[in-house]
């Protein structure tokens, strides 16, 4: 028991390490309002709607082409939102072209706004960038003024994410990596000396004190 609380205590001080590097990143993001960045991605019968990890709030809007509100989610904690393609009542939407308009809030009370164009065909979707000039007259009238460059950033399903996200869906915290495996350091990360002290492998095994652990938990050395 012992040994087990020692190896959580050591995992949970490791991901506490992280803070300060993610609270300088999050600080320029929100000296400059263009680099807040909010994506969409659709897979099959669903859009996922990811914003920046400082943002605190998420919203989803979905209106039709004459300007009538589908589906809005209203506020909900978070920077992380899956749409299953329905509208208010759970009922599929049928096939048409849909605007979309994503609001989300930081920890500074900011709002950001983002809009983009999906294509529901056989309940599958497809989603793509769009422009306050691309959207009709009632529309403009039911959302009202929006920002320049409001577009989402669109992620195409299949292309190669490699980024380490962390993200928050209004129920629970998660560290997600595109790709390989996930590594815990210590040190100064922007001149290059930080030290790996955990390993988290594709294949679930974690190792301490070693790069390539062999078993579900890998201790190298003394516990």
């Known amino acids: ?6 190896i959580c205590s050591s995992f949970l001080m490791l991901i506490l ?6 609270a300088q990143n999050e ?6 309002t263009s680099a807040v960045a909010i994506t969409a991605s659709a897979s099959g019968e669903r859009v996922r709607f990811t ?9 989803l809007e979905i209106y039709n082409s004459t300007g009538r509100k589908l589906f809005d989610n209203e506020v909900r904690g978070g920077n992380v939102l899956d749409w299953h393609l329905q509208d208010g009542q759970a009922e599929p939407l049928a096939d048409d072209s849909y605007l979309c308009v994503v609001t989300v809030k930081s920890l500074s009370g900011k709002l950001s706004q983002r ?19 691309q959207m009709t007259a009632q529309q403009t009238e039911a959302i ?4 320049e460059n409001a577009a989402l950033t669109v992620l195409k399903e299949g292309e190669t994410q490699t980024a380490t996200v962390i993200a928050h869906n209004g129920t629970e915290g998660q560290i997600t990596r595109g790709n390989g495996a996930l590594s815990f350091r210590i040190g100064d990360f922007f001149s290059g000396k930080d030290k790996e002290q955990m390993r988290l492998t594709e294949d679930g095994n974690l190792g301490i004190g070693t790069a390539t652990p062999q078993a579900r938990l890998d201790v190298a050395g003394m516990i």
């Open 1 to 6: 028991m012992l040994k087990r609380n020692a």
């Open 17 to 22: 390490s992280l803070t300060p590097a993610l």
């Open 27 to 32: 600080v320029a993001k929100t000296n400059k």
């Open 51 to 59: 914003a920046p990890s400082s943002a605190v709030q998420i919203r």
């Open 115 to 133: 809009i983009g164009s999906i294509r529901v065909d056989k309940s599958t979707a497809n989603m793509e960038a769009s422009a306050a000039s």
């Open 144 to 147: 009202g003024p929006v920002e």
